[in-house]
């Protein structure tokens, strides 16, 4: 009787459930947040915290299994305490970092690759920010970054080891979840900045043949993995994070005139004879009027900009028992930009990461996402219809709205203010009301996968991924509106365009894998790919005019269409490739592949491109001769390979037709010449590089040097026009060039103490490059404005200007060189010279960060630098040319010369005709900056005081970007699209950084926000 009684009685006992407590620490008794803490055989499950705590529930005799990468799994059985406190051990073989390489991943230490890697930490660091190519700056050393402006949802131009191709497409493959993105700047389709980048666990950047290789065609500009993150096993985590806050322009140097300065400015520009002064109120206002014009003194930039709105909100789940973890994350992104009357940028993403055991040899994976988002467009151009010329152009004494003559604001019929239209005659805070312009993307991305097990040795991997975007944009001219008084017709009152363009890719990839251990020590893989991919383009447009109401938006109701036109284009890519990997004894490593593309973009006789690489690596630190040393890693790699470039329009091999209509019949016209001998752009990469660690990696770095050579350059080249093509160019292989450099990574943690941490890291860059030859060595002359030449010899992208030689302190004429080097009072673009060692390109740049944590409390700043680069200032010459009196000036324009004898000036009014010239050196600067790119300032609540609350983390925090810039450049030196309208990618000729011209200005912003997890 007494028996059954006991084995009741401890059966009662164990299913008496109880929270256990406790804190782990790693071996120096320091506390290990991120522990995988497990109910083991249940899914129960929990994580310690910043100071090592947990918290979970279980019964008396169950075991709690505790894991945590680079420590030994330590199991422990659940007594009578409510306490258990562990401390872990270091395990050598669970040590190694996982790093993702082509087409998988492997140890960092059997790796003879250039990989860099952005973790988590640095990406929330970034977050909110609505592109993810954004958060790459100063991340990673050989990673070149530069926002294309501060327009809300825009991307940024990234270039990794210098610039690889002339005109042809240099934005990297980035790859999600093993599907590679499609990207085409020349029709400006980047599916990047539709990714919420709070699902990103980690990016990896490839940047040496080992790796890119692998890609082969796509690979040569280097590859981005993007890894999102997944769910884990045990019970369902639910975090929140939400950020509200402000942005506002960078101040710039532009100190532009009050009303009473450039009135003053007018009257001396009349007395000197500037026709254009002449007609000014400066220059005929009596007295009474000129002091009502100073009443009026307007702020431009208060009247045409705000402060923008930012708000972030995210949502995940994820979850999982052994067969089967999910991941679902719900985002909404807004930014309303700092332009006054429009919506700006809007993005509601969700995703969905699963993982499914079927069998023990079989694994299925299925990641989805899709995100919507829309986007007003400011019109980007340098002319009246952009609001940011006109907060510097509008003169002061120009008020928003009319006034009488008592100084009231005039009103129309209906009691709304009439906005002026200024000297300009386009009033654009109206603008920007009744010529609306705006563009919605709906993009999915997909990718599923199924990994079968045939044996230990024998493996395949068969997943197919998609990328479509759906891209709608909508141009309008309401009735009434601006635009209508200078191209619209009053019997067909208002206009609009829309276009439609649907992207779809997909790529098939399969991979059979073997790999073996050979006598224990020797390791081999060998893999073979097949893989296909196809994108489907289609673009739809129409434009109509004569709307009755600017309220309904749709061209049904138009009296009259008035063009329309459809196009689909095709693209194929089908590979081949052979990898194969081998290490002895995790010692000596040696890698090598072979692929094969084949492009539709290049004529039967070029349509194939074969590209290979070979890599070695010493791990040095794994001799016996190394034991007891101060190095726990240590290891020398090199690498060599191709890569290849395919990044240009569909069809240049063929002579195109357009067709049109000619005596009411159908007519074909000539529009592009073809070149059936263009080829492939071809790369030959070389690295070298040593990695360490040392003082039980407390310290980390990494040095590479490289050298890659770009072969049978892709460039449209310059065509008579008599041949018959509408751009008048052709695409031709037309040289080589050359980049080199060395990169420097460096991480340590100064100090680590238990309630303190201080890590300090950075990376940076130095780069050369060099035109190494050309067709017949002729020299090509280039850029937006023909102010860039590439020579023989010369750095790429070098400029190409007329020198400046100062003023005549005599008579205060400005005076240039000639071509020859003699000083002339006269100017010619025939005096055109190229500048060595100047060009947009920085001689070196990169990023470091400082990270202090004590106890709860975090701070960590991430900065940015760039140093050598040079940029075309063509906003500071608008802003001081004599022949733009009309418009208002910078107050540095009253620095002219005045008498004989001044130095340091302006030139003289009197010659407008030759100082107005923006292409010289005159107003070439320095690009050099320092910025303070994010300080973020956090607090974790410690554990035991949200217990009771059911909460398992909570976390405030507060986050600045660009709030702080050291630069001598006059204006915002992170430059770059000068202006849209002037050259952007896919132009001819278009070099990013060259010129600033009123673009969309950098933005620095402010956020607050709050992240709690359940």
Known sequence: MLTPLLVLCMTFSFAQEKTVTGNVTDENGLPLPGVSVVVVGTTTGAQTDFDGNYSITASEGQQLQFSYLGQSTVTIRIGASNVIDVQMQEDAETLEEVVVVGYGSKSRELSTSAVSTVKTEAIEAFVP??????????????????????????????????????????????????????????????????????????????????????????????????????????????????????????????????????????????????????????????????????????????????????????????????????????????????????????????????????????????????????????????????????????????????????????????????????????????????EPEDRRDFTIIGNLSADVRFSDNFSNRFSVGAVSNRFNRTSRSIAGGVLQGFIGDANFPGTQTDNFNLDFEYNVNNLFTYSDTFNGVHNVSASFLLEYNENIRTDLRATSRGFPSPDIPYQEVAAEPTAAGSEEARRILFSQGLFVDYDYDGKYILSGSVRRDGSSRFGPENKYGYFYSASAAWNIANENFMEGSIFNNLKLRASYGTSGNQNIPDNEFLNLLDFNTYNGLTTAIPVGVGNPEIQWESQAILDIGIEFGLFNNRINGVVDYFKKNSEDLLLASPLSSTVGDELDDIFANVGEVENSGIEVSLNADVIRSENFVWSLGGNVTFLDNEVVSLVNGEDIITGTFGNIILREGAPLNSYYLVRYAGVNPANGEPLYLDADGNVTNEYSDNFQVLLDDKSPIADFEGGFFTNFRYKGFGLR???????????????????????????????????????????????????????????TTRFLEPGDFLRLRTLTLDYNFPRELLGDFGISNLRIFATGQNIWTLTNFNGDPEIGLGSAESGEPGDQGFVQGEFNLFSYPQVRSYTFGIEVGF
């Open 861 to 919: 700043g991430d900065f940015v630098y760039r140093k050598g680069n040079h940029i075309l200032n063509i906003q500071r010459q608008q802003g001081i040319a004599i022949g733009n009196i009309n418009r208002n000036q910078r107050v540095e324009a009253f620095n002219y010369w005045k008498e004989p004898g001044d130095q340091n000036v302006l030139p003289s009014p009197r010659f407008q005709n030759t100082a107005d010239q923006a292409g």
């Open 129 to 434: 920010s609505t592109s993810i190519d954004n958060i790459l700056q100063g991340q990673a050393a050989g990673v070149q970054v530069t926002a294309a402006n501060g327009r809300p949802g825009n991307t940024a131009f990234v270039q990794i080891r210098g610039v690889g191709s002339i005109n042809a497409q240099t934005t990297p493959l980035y790859v999600i979840d093993g599907t590679p993105i499609p990207i085409d700047t020349e029709r400006d389709f980047n599916p990047i900045n539709n990714l919420n980048p709070a699902d990103i666990e980690s990016l990896s950047i490839l940047k040496d043949a080992a790796t890119v290789s692998k890609y082969g065609s796509r690979g040569a500009n280097g590859v981005v993995l993007i890894t999102t993150k997944k769910g884990r096993s045990g019970d369902a985590r639910i975090n929140f994070r939400s950020s509200y806050g402000f942005g506002e322009r960078i101040p710039d140097p532009f100190d532009v005139m009050n009303a009473a300065q450039k009135l003053e400015l007018e009257r001396q520009y009349a007395e000197l004879g500037v026709n254009a002064a002449t007609s000014l109120p400066g220059a005929n206002a009596d007295d009474a009027e000129r002091a009502r014009l100073i009443g009026l003194d307007t702020n431009w930039e208060e009247e045409l900009l705000r402060k923008s709105v930012i708000q972030s909100n995210s949502l995940t789940v994820s979850g999982g028992n052994e067969d089967i973890t999910y991941f679902l994350s719900l985002g909404y992104d807004k930014n309303t930009g700092i332009i006054d009357r429009i919506k700006g940028f809007e993005r509601v993403s969700a995703r969905l990461n699963t993982t499914y055991n079927a069998k023990d040899w079989l694994t299925l994976g299925a990641n989805i996402s899709l995100s919507r988002s829309t986007t007003d467009l400011p019109r980007d151009r340098n002319n009246v219809q952009n609001p940011f010329r006109g907060m510097y152009d509008y003169n002061p004494w120009d008020p928003l709205f009319l006034r009488d003559g008592d100084g009231n604001i005039q009103r129309d019929s209906q009691g709304d203010p009439i906005y002026n239209p200024t000297t300009t005659g386009f009033p654009i805070a109206l603008a920007l009301q009744t």
